[in-house]
């Protein structure tokens, strides 16, 4: 039994199968983000003045990995003309290097993750906070640390500023006035709560770590699918190449959607 | 018409290539839309009886607060310990918990999968007269996604402090904090449950869209398709675009659950006197909005699919056709497009403004339009015809005046200034039950009467089926509307004692304060009468079984004798469906058309002979 | 677009966008990094940029600008849906009067009533 339309295109509707589905699909995954981002915005119009984080992210970091996923977006489409021109040898080299942006782009955000997981921020008791790095740069550490520690003091390395400071962000340029990486000396009964910026420090973290990790695991998905395609999956050019060919056609649909996704997130996350 | 032969025997050597499956292959991990149907079908049942017991075990607590319950009790202390059922009383977690996951497993694990994806995945194809879904696998992994879900669900049940205890509806902050003595907790399972169940529906949702579009048959325009499918299709958008929405709500309360964010937990919040370890700043409407958003749509996915299966028995059963076809279709694609903006009529005591309670109380009103419209549409088909009543008509008929009560008890609820009284009582769950229990699940058991010849080759017993009926009819009632007298009294639903706790005393001055006494000694009648309801599902469960053995045998493909291309396969269908490629000359319900010489006319038979 | 001629068009194309989303990309973290007096409009500049990025990623890459019908309604409905979600859930918070004040910002300064009653 043979299902149809696999590959022949519906006269109604000109299409076949795997087109309508990847556009449902897309259409959920559509809805998915649309409600992340929702709630990005209500928590964020939701967040008292002076409370919602910025300028933590490093953005050149973000702009080039926004260039990474917009170079692996044209070599997914170029590697599709190049099946449709039957040219398989352009197409293995065109998706070789989407595969070489995938793995970068997640290798970037992991090293981009690590950075926070060793940054803090400390509420002091008197109400004043502060951002730096703890001697040492360890990770994860929270209150709790200082009690299951059994620490009396922890020494830090202030940031020149705070984000919540009214100061522009941009004016200190270079921090040449503000002793910014000067270490010191912070008593644990003045530390009302320590808190690397993980998922827990703030709404802002925890809806840029849910949006990020989401979008992270579709790229991880996509490129598993790309690089089976690649790789083994390559055969059926062989056998079927039309139908090899509506393959990549459909997983790069799937590829563009998560480029466009980061398209938003990165704005949105890193700048605004 | 050679070419026609060798493509039939090339059909059949095809077919007897199959037949080679193995056990796992044929059974188990089965790509055969009818098989997973019936996959679908059998646990879907499993869950909607497991539910029920749920359900049975609470009406005692309620009955009879703070007993033993007997018979169980014992077997419930021995299976989860001292906390959950110190001597076989119900404890108010185990309580909670029962109350959580019979909400939970009724609609994600029991209807949802019956009524959209076995009767769904069995019967539209057939009826579009495709050979296949048209993603199989994926069809196979949605079986699998939704198994997933039903055993991290079930199991939950069993970890230390239990299932899920905050409501199906999993409110935050409530559900986050419920259970911090246990990490992971019940909630934390219910979480990844969802997940799975979320995503077994969007798949499930895109095979739909896609083979319904896609793959029918030549001839089979969008205004032949029999309403069943318009139903399965507009339920399928729903699932689609409404159900990820509940995705991103459930990721972001498992990173409350488990990450320690504070997604929906808000500034200030106190736990017994303390604030909680969090960062606070979050919303816990953001979660009430997330979650109705899918919740309202999902009461269509619920309903749409019984309503389909519905009209399909009462056309045939009626021998004429539905009266107002188009006016069918049309209305069931305005309560799809309608029924994404009126989530927020479940909110209305969330303190919400007055011009957006009005503009979801004024779509919510509107909503109800289309229904009228369907339930009129079927009532009316009924008018001059020479009924048929047979078990499956006699449940599609007790649909209609079920639903309607269900439906129109829905409009005080819509209305924001009633539904101040009325929000979180029993008025509230003999709303939704009416429409549900003897609504949608009388409408899934008359698809399961009336499909079970094409599935098996067999009927059921038509004598035991009416028992089942009438009892089944009766006990429902007897359930559910003493709860619209007992809600409009005041006493609120998840009551851990029945709200013997509000019992009405005499007040000098005031007259009786809490609810009258009569009210909550409803609650004994109430639960015997859902206890017979459980004895009443005995014939049905045995004439089930006992049916695919000795159930009378089927003498033609079409034992109904109906229009719809379902009935033209070979029975059971085969692998592949159809014998021979077909195509469609006409509407779906043309029954008794004068000048022919039988009472139906099926689709797929041409005019030319 | 199936036949090679178009797809070799097309390539060109391609190349043109992907310079376009290039150049936006740039332009948005220059605008970022020339920081503007108005919060709003460095907003508003760096969603228009994405949307416009956005839209070439679907329109070329994606080639919704040739898509068949089905398609389209399918992505209609889910940009009205989008649309509903978002639009009226925010409405919804901000209608209420519960929420925008008190409980969501409980802790405030004790200069914040001050500021509603000039």
């Known amino acids: 039994m043979d299902i149809p339309f696999t590959v022949k295109l519906r006269d109604d509707t000109n299409l076949y199968n795997a087109k309508v589905g990847i556009w449902l699909f897309l259409g959920s995954e559509v809805m998915l983000f649309g409600a992340l981002f929702s709630s990005y915005i209500l928590l964020r119009v939701g967040a008292p003045a002076g409370t919602w984080p910025h300028g933590l992210l490093n953005v050149p970091i973000g702009a080039f990995n926004t260039i990474v996923l917009i170079v692996s977006s044209v070599t997914v489409v170029m590697s599709w003309a190049s099946l449709k021109l039957g040219n398989p040898g352009k197409f293995r080299f065109y998706q070789a290097i989407t595969l070489l942006c995938a793995l970068s782009f997640l290798t970037i955000k992991s090293f981009e993750y690590r950075d926070k997981f060793t940054h803090y921020e400390i509420w002091k008791t008197d109400g004043t906070r502060m951002t730096g790095h703890i001697e040492g740069s360890p990770y994860f550490w929270s209150t709790r640390t200082l009690k299951d520690k059994k620490l009396d003091q922890v020494v830090f390395h202030p940031d020149p500023h705070h984000y919540a400071e009214p100061v522009q962000r941009h004016e200190a340029g270079g921090g040449a006035e503000h002793e910014g990486h000067a270490a010191i000396s912070v008593p644990a009964s003045e530390i009302a709560r320590l808190s690397a910026f993980v998922p827990a420090h703030s709404t802002y973290f925890a809806i840029y770590f849910t949006l990020t990790a989401l979008h992270g695991l579709h790229v991880f998905g996509g490129a598993l699918v790309i690089g089976y395609l690649w790789g083994p999956g390559a055969k059926l050019w062989k056998t079927d190449p039309e139908r090899f060919t509506n393959r990549i056609e459909i997983s790069g649909l799937f590829w563009h959607f998560v480029d466009l996704v980061w398209i938003f997130l990165f704005p949105v996350l890193y700048l605004l | ?609 | 677009m199936n036949d090679p001629q178009h797809v070799a068009k097309h390539v060109k194309t391609y190349l043109v966008v992907f310079g376009a989303l290039i150049l936006g990309t740039i332009l948005t973290v220059a605008v970022y990094f020339k920081h503007f007096e108005s919060v709003a409009l460095a907003i508003a500049i760096a969603l228009i940029i994405a949307t416009v990025k956005a839209s070439l990623v679907a329109g070329f890459f994606m080639h919704l600008v040739s898509e068949r019908k089905t398609i389209y309604v399918i992505m209609a409905f889910t940009a009205f849906f989008f649309v509903g979600l978002m639009a009226l859930t925010i409405w919804a918070m901000n209608d209420s009067p519960a929420m925008s004040g008190s409980t969501q910002r409980a802790p405030h300064p004790v200069a914040a009533p001050a500021h509603h009653v000039p």
């Open chain 2, 1 to 609: 018409m050679q070419p026609t032969t060798t493509e039939t025997q090339h059909h059949a050597a095809h077919g007897a290539h199959h037949e080679e499956l193995g056990f796992w292959r044929k059974y188990i991990f089965s790509t055969d839309h009818k098989v997973i149907g019936v996959q679908y079908g059998l646990t879907g049942l499993l869950f909607l009886f497991f539910g029920f017991c749920l359900m049975l075990l609470m009406r005692w607590q309620i009955a009879y607060p703070g007993k033993k319950i007997p018979i169980v009790g014992e077997l419930l202390l021995k299976v989860l310990g001292d906390e959950m059922a110190n001597g076989g009383v119900m404890q108010p977690d185990l309580y909670n918990a029962f109350g959580a996951m019979h909400g939970t497993i009724m609609v994600f694990l029991a209807i949802v999968p019956i009524a959209f994806a076995a009767f769904g995945n069995f019967v539209v194809p057939l009826q579009i007269g495709a050979p296949d879904m048209a993603f199989p696998r994926v069809n196979m992994a949605s079986y699998q996604a939704y198994f997933m879900g039903g055993v991290v669900m079930f199991f939950s049940f069993f970890i230390p402090g239990g299932a899920a205890r905050s409501g199906w509806t999993s409110y935050s902050p409530l559900a986050t904090l419920a259970d911090p003595a246990h990490h992971p907790n019940g909630q934390t399972f219910w979480i990844l449950g969802m997940v799975f169940l979320i995503t077994s529906s969007l798949l499930g949702a895109v095979n739909f869209i896609a083979t319904i579009i896609q793959l029918r048959a030549k001839g089979m325009t969008w205004m032949r398709l029999p309403f069943f499918v318009w139903a399965q299709f507009v339920t399928a958008f729903l699932l689609l675009l409404a159900f990820p929405p509940l995705e991103a709500a459930a990721v972001m309360q498992l990173m409350d659950n488990v990450a320690g964010t504070s997604f929906f937990l808000p500034t200030g919040l106190m736990v017994n006197g303390n604030p909680p370890p969090i960062s606070g700043g979050g919303s816990p409407l953001l979660w009430q909005h997330l979650f109705w958003f899918l919740g309202h749509p999902e009461v269509y996915v619920l309903i749409l699919p019984a309503m389909g299966i519905v009209c399909e028995i009462i056309a045939n059963n009626t021998r004429k056709p539905i009266w107002g076809y188009k006016s069918l279709v049309y209305s069931v694609l305005c309560i799809g497009f309608l029924s994404f903006i009126v989530w927020a009529h479940h909110m209305y005591l969330t303190g919400m403004g007055t011009k957006i309670a009005t503009f979801f109380q004024t779509t919510t009103m509107i909503i109800s339009i289309p229904s009228v419209i369907i339930l009129t549409c079927l009532f009316i088909s009924l008018w001059g015809g020479s009924i048929r009543f047979n078990t499956p008509m006699l449940f599609a008929l007790a649909f209609m005046p079920m639903f309607g009560i269900g439906g129109l008890t829905g409009l005080p609820l819509g209305f924001n200034f009633t539904d101040l009284h009325l929000h979180d009582t029993y008025y509230v769950i003999a709303h939704f039950h009416y429409v549900v229990a003897p609504g949608t699940i009388f409408g899934l058991f008359a698809g399961i009467y009336y499909w079970y010849p094409k599935a098996t080759g067999r009927c059921m017993s038509e004598f035991w089926g009416k028992v089942h009926f009438w009892s089944s009819l009766i006990f429902m009632n007897l359930i559910f509307q003493p709860m619209f007298a007992q809600g409009m009294a005041g006493l609120g639903r998840r009551m851990y004692d029945g709200g013997a706790t509000y019992a009405g005393f005499d007040d000098p001055a005031l007259g009786v304060v809490g609810v009258p006494q009569i009210f909550i000694d409803m609650n004994r009648h109430i639960s015997w009468a859902a206890w017979c309801l459980g004895l009443a599902q005995i014939p049905f469960i045995i004439n089930f079984f006992l049916s695919m053995k000795q159930g009378r045998k089927v003498t033609s493909d079409n034992p109904w004798e109906s229009t719809t291309l379902e009935w033209q396969t070979p029975t059971p269908p085969p692998h592949g469906n159809f014998d021979k490629p077909l195509e469609v000359y006409r509407g779906p319900y043309e029954y008794s058309v004068p000048g022919k010489s039988r009472d139906f006319t099926p689709q797929s038979e041409s005019d030319k002979h």
